[in-house]
């Protein structure tokens, strides 16, 4: 990983986890803006982020899009691990495209379940041919998170239910301090399979969020966790 100008919009504890972990990568961090300092996506601009190659946006949903917008609109490549703020995706591809500036966002940066998602999707082709089994999925996170299903259920349901061409429900458990854990179960009356992924620290989003933001550095376009792991292993 080569080193990078960063700046991060979020001063929460991921944003702190992204720093700490960029410092330690040779990351230079330009800024860490905070809620005050970026109402409504106002305070941002490619000066008062310090000039960056790249920023990093993990916020609230009612935040993201203003913070979003204001980076294509200043030429800032920027990778959003916020989730919840889905239905705009559309409305920010296109400022995107107008201002060419590139877009990377996924619902979890674990290098770990973005490979999940894709065996979500293959057990969805192998189980479509198996009526007996029902599908579930169950999510736990931290008492704070406010979007209920994760976007990283949705992802893994959608991977599982092209295949099976049929949704599956979701629970979500809001507790304590957990980071994050996604369990698809597939069971029939003699028998379970479950798929699990469970984060013990914060500091594995960071890390996929540092990679992802490398990975965007000079591209153009809208991207995902898919395209930096497909891409990058053929590169």
Known sequence: MRN???AIIGDGKMGQAIR???VERGWRVTAV???HESADGAGISRLSLGEPDVAVEFTQPGAAVANVTSCLREGVPVV?????WYDSL???TR???ETGTPLLWSPNFSLGVNVLIELSRYAGKLMSTLEDFDAHIVETHHSKKKDAPSGTAIAIAKAASDALERPIPATSVRTGSVPGTHELIFDAAF???SLTHMARDR???AEGALKAADWLVGRKGVFTMRDVLELSTKS
């Not at 959003?80 to 919840?84: A, E, F, R, S």
Request: charged share 15%; no cysteine; hydrophobic share 40%.
């Open 95 to 97: 400022i995107a495209t």
């Open 90 to 92: 559309p409305q920010l």
């Open 191 to 193: 028998e379970q399979l």
């Open 203 to 205: 500091r594995v989003f």
């Open 4 to 6: 990078r100008n960063l």
């Open 80 to 84: 959003v691990g916020t989730t919840g």
């Open 20 to 22: 700490q972990l960029a």
């Open 33 to 35: 803006v905070g809620e």
